[in-house]
């Protein structure tokens, strides 16, 4: 059996949740749950002029909403306290102070127009781009000269002369050689810590065994576990996971507002239909069906999770809301429904149930059964024309003698007409509807007053 694993989720409060952040979310959430682990939230709001409380609010809220709560974070405090990086910087220093004691990070005097043309130079002459290490080995003098001149130093990890291996969860064996990768900074010229910096001690200080995040990050991890190493703190697993997409073809990200959570649960979807889509894109799962959340991490693998990209797609989503609502009971549908139901009767919403997937798709109906229908497309026109307007004087007739009833007055119909089958049915769920499909017919009709029905019909006795 293997270990509890302490995984974490760590986003930065600088704009709306999407889901593709959701999805690390649920895969480290699941995976804790399945190992009998914990599950961190941690929020990452070193960037000062970006992170904002009210996106902080608002991403707790959604992931509440979804059900992923935490077993640490900023709200319930843990072993690990803080949670929210900005109240860290006094430790972080302390690391900066040791590295740069040890000889193992120095300061940076390079500005960025200096750096650009560090460059461009590289590239013209064909090499990848990289700290051209300047500042490393500056005396106390030329650091002194530079200070006085007023400039403000950032301070760069000295990379060391060697390869580093891991394993990655998803990617397996990687390698990579410390001298492609060029003196990187750990601490901007403002005093606050680089994500690689932060994010890693983090991981570490908190006691985080597993990393599961885009393999955007791959190339990020040889730094983090260098500067780990340099500090001797011990290195979680990293899996790095195929990035979620859009039908775009680009990463899902806070660029796509139209993918962040809080516009799928002010459009009616349910949290579980989400999940249950999130959890299949790039985790091969042993069962197709839909699942509760509870059921969830039993059929979670990190060894099933994939390295290609997932692709989003609004009809999966659909799917999984329509299975979603069929899980749902009579109080929970009216609830979710809320103010699309109004005062109407339980017995027209049980009617309409399985046409609706989310809450604005009542209207159409509501006015189907008690409104003025829309004008016909050209399917419907057509439909209407080939019936004719004989075949609706009888059907006004027919609807008279057979008061509402679908049964008797098909059959009077079929005898007045001689029209059966499609030709039969089809031009009054039309006539009555606007549509060629929906609920049954002749639980529409005894829903839906007699004289609405009868205007519906001699309009198109009288009119074709």
Aim: proline residues 7%; charged residues 20%.
């Amino acid at each position: 059996m293997s270990l509890p694993a302490i995984t974490r989720f760590a986003p930065s409060p600088t704009g709306a949740l999407h889901l593709g952040n959701v999805r690390t979310a649920l895969f480290s959430y699941l995976w804790a749950r399945n190992s009998g682990g914990r599950f961190i939230l941690r929020i990452e709001d070193t960037d000062g002029e970006r992170s904002q409380a009210r996106f902080r609010d608002d991403l707790m809220a959604q992931l509440r909403w979804l059900g992923l709560e935490w077993d640490e974070g900023p709200d319930i405090g843990g072993p690990a306290t803080p949670y929210c990086q900005a109240e860290r910087g006094a430790y972080y220093q302390e690391l900066f102070i040791r590295l740069e004691t040890q000889g193992l990070a120095y300061p940076c005097y390079c500005t960025p127009a200096e750096l650009e043309l560090s460059r461009k130079l590289q590239r013209m002459a064909g090499k990848p781009p990289r700290y051209a290490g300047t500042c490393r080995h500056l005396s106390a003098v030329e650091r002194g000269q530079h200070e006085a001149r007023g400039l403000r130093p950032s301070l760069r990890f000295a990379v060391p002369p060697e390869v580093i291996e891991f394993v990655d969860i998803v990617h397996g064996p990687q390698r990579y050689d410390a001298g492609d990768i060029g003196d990187f900074i750990i601490r901007r010229e403002d005093g606050t810590s680089a994500f690689f910096f932060c994010n890693a001690v983090d991981d570490a200080v908190m006691g985080i065994t597993h990393v599961l995040r885009g393999d955007d990050h791959l190339t990020n991890t040889p730094r983090q576990l260098m500067i780990l190493d340099a500090l001797g703190l011990r290195r979680p697993g990293y899996g790095h996971v195929g990035l979620l997409v859009g039908t775009d073809g680009a990463p899902l990200s806070k660029r796509h507002g139209s993918t962040s959570v809080h516009d799928f649960r002010e459009r009616g979807f349910l949290s579980i239909a989400i999940l249950n889509q999130l959890f299949r894109l790039g985790h091969a799962s042993d069962i197709d069906g839909w699942l509760p959340k509870s059921d969830m991490p039993k059929h979670f693998r990190p060894e099933h999770l994939g390295r290609a990209p997932a692709r989003f797609e609004d009809a999966q989503l659909m799917h999984w809301q329509k299975e979603s609502l069929q899980h749902l009971s009579v109080p929970q549908f009216t609830d979710w429904l809320g103010q699309g139901m109004g005062d109407h009767d339980s017995t027209i919403v049980d009617l309409l149930r399985p046409n609706i997937l989310l809450p604005t798709d009542l209207a159409p109906w509501l006015t189907v059964l008690r409104g003025t229908l829309p004008l016909f497309g050209p399917n419907e026109q057509q439909i209407i024309n080939k019936a004719g307007s004989k075949f609706f004087q009888a059907a006004v007739g027919a609807l008279v003698e057979s008061n509402g009833d679908l049964k008797i007055l098909i059959k009077i119909l079929k005898e007045l007409t001689g029209a059966k089958g499609p030709d039969l049915f089809m031009p009054l769920r039309v006539a009555l509807t606007a549509q060629t499909h929906g609920p049954e017919l002749a639980s529409l009709l005894k829903l839906m007053p007699l004289n609405i029905a009868l205007t519906r019909l001699k309009l198109h006795a009288q009119n074709i």
